[in-house]
T-cell receptor, first 110, second 113 residues
Framework: GIQVEQSPPDLILQEGANSTLRCNFS?????LQWFHQNPWGQLINLFY???GTKQNGRLSATTVATERYSLLYISSSQTTDSGVYFCAVVPSGTASKLTFGTGTRLQVTL | KAGVTQTPRYLIKTRGQQVTLSCSPI?????VSWYQQTPGQGLQFLFE???????NKGNFPGRFSGRQFSNSRSEMNVSTLELGDSALYLCASSLDVGAGIQYFGAGTRLSVL
């Protein structure tokens, strides 16, 4: 099956710093989503981005489908950005089954 | 519009018991998927339902089952609970099978003692 790798696994930032999270996938996809898992476990949708670039406030994401990777940018990080960020994909030609990466655990300190 | 609702939020069971978890999708969404999250295995797909039919199944034993009702609400059942079934169970809904964004509920945290 498709492999999804995220890097770095852990990241510690000071408030105000910028960061880039990466997601590599091993096959073509027709769905790619970025999520933020809050401390209570809920997965919050950040972006649906099978290709192209999107921005939402301090967050932006880019997926280069032909090269099989996606990047999540967090600018001017805040303590509320702490948590685990997951990339999840649906391989082309399949239904809705999301395959998740192992996540990037982000800690933003004062 | 209300989000995906999962009940109960927390459950404690003992080995050998069975458990039923419930998921109400976003209004108008017809596809419901279930995922298990554990520290060791991460997030893994259990199954997907659409129009009361299971459309896709992950690599889990037959003790894990589910169903979907005509109003798109879904339940999943785990029989003969094992310690390793302790996990966060997450439900996601989407408009259609293979159609775009999946939205997740807050999850049910199951502890098996």
């Amino acid at each position: 099956g498709i492999q999804v790798e995220q890097s770095p696994p852990d990241l510690i930032l000071q408030e105000g710093a910028n960061s880039t999270l990466r997601c590599n996938f091993s096959d073509s996809v027709n769905n790619l989503q970025w999520f933020h898992q809050n401390p209570w476990g809920q997965l919050i949708n950040l972006f649906y981005i099978p290709s192209g670039t999107k921005q939402n406030g301090r967050l932006s994401a880019t997926t280069v489908a032909t090269e099989r990777y996606s990047l999540l940018y967090i600018s001017s990080s805040q303590t509320t950005d702490s948590g685990v960020y997951f990339c999840a994909v649906v391989p082309s030609g399949t239904a809705s089954k999301l395959t998740f990466g192992t996540g990037t655990r982000l800690q933003v300190t004062l | 519009k209300a989000g995906v609702t999962q009940t109960p939020r927390y459950l404690i069971k003992t080995r050998g018991q069975q458990v039923t978890l419930s998921c109400s999708p976003i209004s108008g969404h017809r596809s419901v998927s279930w995922y298990q999250q554990t520290p060791g295995q991460g997030l893994q797909f259990l199954f997907e339902y659409f129009s009361e039919t299971q459309r896709n199944k992950g690599n889990f034993p037959g003790r894990f089952s589910g169903r979907q009702f005509s109003n798109s609400r879904s339940e999943m059942n785990v029989s003969t609970l094992e310690l390793g079934d302790s996990a966060l169970y997450l439900c996601a809904s989407s408009l259609d099978v293979g159609a775009g964004i999946q939205y997740f509920g807050a999850g049910t945290r199951l502890s098996v003692l």
